[in-house]
């Protein structure tokens, strides 16, 4: 069974940090690609950042460009996602995603066939 969980959510300031996490187990061994997407409500949902978890190699939004990162620990199986100087409209539910298979470029869209954990909330008051 697939199982990804997500967390490290919480209540924030805006200017603060949070470090998501995202720990997976039974993702298939040629699964080459984990990331983030977020959905506040009335909201699309928005592909935040992405990793080859085996290689290099990073993808991030513009949106966030410059206060999130993300990384991957593989010894651990997790994935993180650093948020800094977080704003309020940064406020939404965290998704972390793994590719079902090896794709052959690592950024959101290809992530939206795969495995998906179930959400950690994030919220950002002014």
């Known amino acids: 069974e697939v199982q990804l969980v997500e967390s490290g959510g919480g209540s924030v300031q805006a200017g603060g940090s949070l470090r998501l996490s995202c720990t997976a187990s039974?993702?298939?061994?040629?699964?080459?690609?984990m990331g983030w997407f977020r959905q506040a409500p009335g909201k699309e949902r928005e592909g935040v950042a992405a990793v080859y978890t085996r290689g290099s190699g990073t993808y991030i939004a513009g949106s966030v460009k410059g206060r999130f990162t993300i990384s991957q620990d593989n010894s651990k199986n997790t994935m993180y996602l650093q948020m800094n100087s977080l704003k309020p409209e940064d406020t939404a539910m965290y998704y972390c995603a793994a590719s079902s298979g090896v794709v052959t470029r690592c950024h959101p869209p290809t992530l939206l066939g795969g495995y998906w954990g179930q959400g950690t909330q994030v919220t950002v008051s002014a």
């Open positions: 039974g993702v298939t061994a040629s699964s080459n690609c």
